[in-house]
């Protein structure tokens, strides 16, 4: 479609200014702490274990509850983002979730880590419904994949200083405080968001050039959407999908290769700190550099269909060498596989969120990426599930890995049936070329 080729012909960028950059890093560090919250249990998976007695399958059932409120969440979530807004909004899911953090410190049983993991899904399944919806209001297309890769970013560098910083914590004064530590921190980041965010219209700091630049896209419809009248449409499916199939790739990651370091390259509590984090530099890089490749083939008059699939293909084909990690008897062959394959899932994941705001009116992509986040924990789920029972029972990470080589050229397969050319959702016949639904 025509109306998917960028606007070229905009104000250079150099001249309007930068404070949407500023908005940008708060997504970023917001993005951070988000999965510091949740990456704790995993660095501390075998600590834990340990000292109160858990198996493979208790320890699965945990991530499990986690993902479950997660993916409940999502369904309130988008709608709740949508209706206060995004100042709002996150302001308060980043209070939820960074008290529920805290509360694992409480913790003295399994079953009061079910209540502490569920209040932390609930609460976490805010962060990127916000930061996709502000994405959408501070950016105009042609710079959006790139923007959400370099706040996508803070999952890779809240996953690099989790076990840097948690084993150091836990060795000096215990695994209660480390739980403390990182959930105190969100009321750091809820200080500098609401002294910095407003909407771009009535921010102070944003120049009458900048607010031109951001709004320098076709106008879009107005009004309020309900969630269930996104689902006729196949734009909707295919972040749906998409969500369903990768999201539980990076849940494994998170919770599961610190214990794969430990328990297939025999390294202690305290050794796995530079693995993990070359792991994540490396993912870092795949994250920005996903989105800097959609939108620089944007910015040479590549239609937006073309850049970001193309962009998904490169990093489908990137993770799946991560087959052969499993067996790998080299660390650190092992540790750059996995970070490949991290860097490809983070370079296609920025690309995935983008297509909500290239195929949706502004006032649905919060709604949309919390239908897509719910399919992505109901995911996370059956992964938790799959991994906890194979290692209960084989002992080998052999099915987690293969599950991970093959799902991304699945979701680009799905995506492309779905949306062959990317169309603008036609909701309520604002788009007058727009797909037919399902």
């Given at each position: 479609m025509e109306s998917s080729r960028p606007d070229n012909s905009a104000t250079p960028t150099s001249s309007v200014g930068y404070f949407r950059w500023v908005i940008c890093a708060l997504l970023l560090f917001g993005t951070t702490k988000n999965y510091m919250d949740r990456q704790v249990l995993g660095v501390l998976k075998t600590t834990l274990q340990h000292d109160l007695g858990w198996n493979e399958v208790d320890?699965?059932?945990?991530?499990f509850t986690f993902q479950a409120a997660y993916a409940g969440g999502m369904v309130f979530a988008g709608p709740i983002i949508d209706r206060l807004g995004t100042r709002l909004g996150f302001?308060?899911?980043?209070i939820f979730w960074s008290l529920a953090s805290m509360g694992h410190s409480l913790c003295n049983s399994l079953n009061s880590f079910f209540i502490a993991r569920f209040s932390l899904g609930l609460g976490e399944s805010g962060n990127f419904p916000a930061s996709i919806k502000t994405v959408a209001e501070w950016f105009p297309k042609k710079e959006r994949a790139l923007s959400t890769g370099i706040f996508n970013a803070g999952t890779n560098i809240g996953a690099i200083i989790t076990p840097l910083t948690v084993p150091w914590v836990t060795v000096h004064w215990g695994w209660r405080a480390a739980f403390l530590a990182t959930g105190a921190l969100g009321f750091v980041w809820l200080a500098f968001w609401?002294?910095?965010?407003?909407h771009p219209a009535e921010h102070p700091r944003v120049s009458a050039a900048e607010l031109a630049y951001i709004r320098s896209?076709?106008?879009q419809p107005t009004g309020k959407i309900k969630w269930w009248k996104l689902l006729?449409?196949?734009q909707t499916w295919a972040f749906v999908m998409g969500k369903f199939l990768l999201d539980p790739i990076w849940w494994f990651y998170l919770f599961w290769i610190p214990d794969f370091l430990q328990r297939q390259h025999g390294l202690r509590l305290t050794q796995i700190g530079l693995p993990?984090?070359?792991?994540?530099?490396?993912?870092?890089?795949?994250?920005?550099?996903?989105?800097?490749?959609?939108?620089?083939?944007?910015?040479?008059?590549?239609t937006v269909n073309v850049a970001r699939k193309f962009t998904m293909l490169i990093c489908a084909l990137c993770v799946m060498p991560i087959v052969f990690a499993y067996k790998m008897?080299?660390?650190w062959g092992a540790v750059l596989l996995i970070g490949l394959a991290a860097a490809a899932h983070q370079g296609f994941s920025a690309n995935l969120f983008t297509l909500t705001s290239d195929m949706f009116p502004p006032q649905a992509i919060g709604t949309v990426v919390g239908i897509g986040g719910m399919?992505?924990?109901i995911g996370g789920m059956l992964i938790a599930k799959v991994v906890g029972y194979a290692l209960q029972w084989t002992g080998s990470y052999m099915i987690p890995f293969v599950t991970a080589a093959v799902a991304y050229p699945v979701a680009l397969g799905i995506i492309q049936l779905l949306t062959p050319r990317l169309e603008p959702a036609a909701i309520g016949g604002a788009v007058q070329d727009g797909p037919r639904s399902l």
């Open positions: 320890y699965s059932n945990l991530v302001s308060l899911a980043m609401l002294w910095l965010y407003r896209d076709p106008p006729p449409y196949r993990i984090l070359t792991i994540y530099l490396i993912a870092d890089v795949g994250s920005v550099a996903g989105g800097w490749l959609s939108s620089a083939l944007i910015q040479r008059g590549k008897e080299s660390l399919a992505g924990g």
